[in-house]
T-cell receptor, first 117, second 114 residues
Framework: GAGVSQSPRYKVAKRGQDVALRCDPISGHVSLFWYQQALGQGPEFLTYFQNEAQLDKSGLPSDRFFAERPEGSVSTLKIQRTQQEDSAVYLC???????????????FGPGTRLTVL | GENVEQHPSTLSVQEGDSAVIKCTYSDSASNYFPWYKQELGKRPQLIIDIRSNVGEKKDQRIAVTLNKTAKHFSLHITETQPEDSAVYFCASPNYGGSQGNLIFGKGTKLSVKP
């Protein structure tokens, strides 16, 4: 079966532009996570969805970042008025069960590499 | 919240040698410790995980050990091969947050020389 997919794979934006990054999780996966990975660093948590509910957005770095998962499957991470410090790889991950059911494997997508000029 | 420290940041070994990567964590409530492998430009992939009710877990050439008293866990790769070259990340849940997010270490770049 298909794994987690993300689009676009690469995005170049001019400073101040808005961008939208898409994540298609594995079908039937309840949990969806967004991470930001700076060059040479580990993934850092941004936000978590359980089905369509955004239960944790404590990792979003500013109010310019917004995420949604309206039908409990595909998710979009939107960044408004992009800044150079937003340049990073944005990873999406999904897992089968809700996080409250105990930790289970997170399957990562290939990421979107965002470069803000 | 949880803090995960990983070392070394880089590790170079000869093919056939063993490699050991160590991580420490701060939250004594943590009970799940996965290890991910990320090849250059690729997605992180889970290679092994351990839960707090066991001290060691093996899967062919890789093993993970957990010491809950000392709050550290280690990845062991034996008989290393060039295809083991990658960045390895440890992680631990952050129960200080509302939902127990995974907190990742900064990664170890492993190079296996043929």
């Amino acid at each position: 079966g298909a794994g987690v997919s993300q689009s676009p794979r690469y995005k170049v934006a001019k400073r101040g532009q808005d961008v939208a990054l898409r994540c298609d999780p594995i079908s039937g996966h309840v949990s969806l996570f967004w991470y930001q990975q700076a060059l040479g660093q580990g993934p850092e948590f941004l936000t978590y969805f359980q089905n369509e509910a955004q239960l944790d957005k404590s990792g979003l770095p500013s109010d310019r970042f917004f995420a949604e998962r309206p039908e409990g499957s595909v998710s979009t991470l939107k960044i408004q008025r992009t800044q150079q410090e937003d340049s990073a790889v944005y990873l999406c991950a999904s897992s089968l069960r809700a996080r409250t059911s105990g930790h289970n494997e997170q399957f990562f997508g290939p990421g979107t590499r965002l470069t803000v000029l | 919240g949880e803090n995960v420290e990983q070392h070394p940041s880089t590790l170079s070994v000869q093919e056939g040698d063993s490699a050991v990567i160590k991580c420490t964590y701060s939250d004594s409530a943590s009970n799940y410790f996965p290890w991910y492998k990320q090849e250059l430009g690729k997605r992180p992939q889970l290679i092994i995980d351990i839960r707090s009710n066991v001290g060691e877990k093996k899967d062919q050439r890789i093993a993970v050990t957990l010491n809950k008293t000392a709050k550290h866990f280690s990845l062991h790769i034996t008989e290393t091969q060039p295809e083991d070259s990658a960045v390895y990340f440890c992680a631990s849940p952050n129960y200080g947050g509302s939902q127990g997010n995974l907190i990742f270490g900064k990664g170890t770049k492993l190079s296996v020389k043929p």
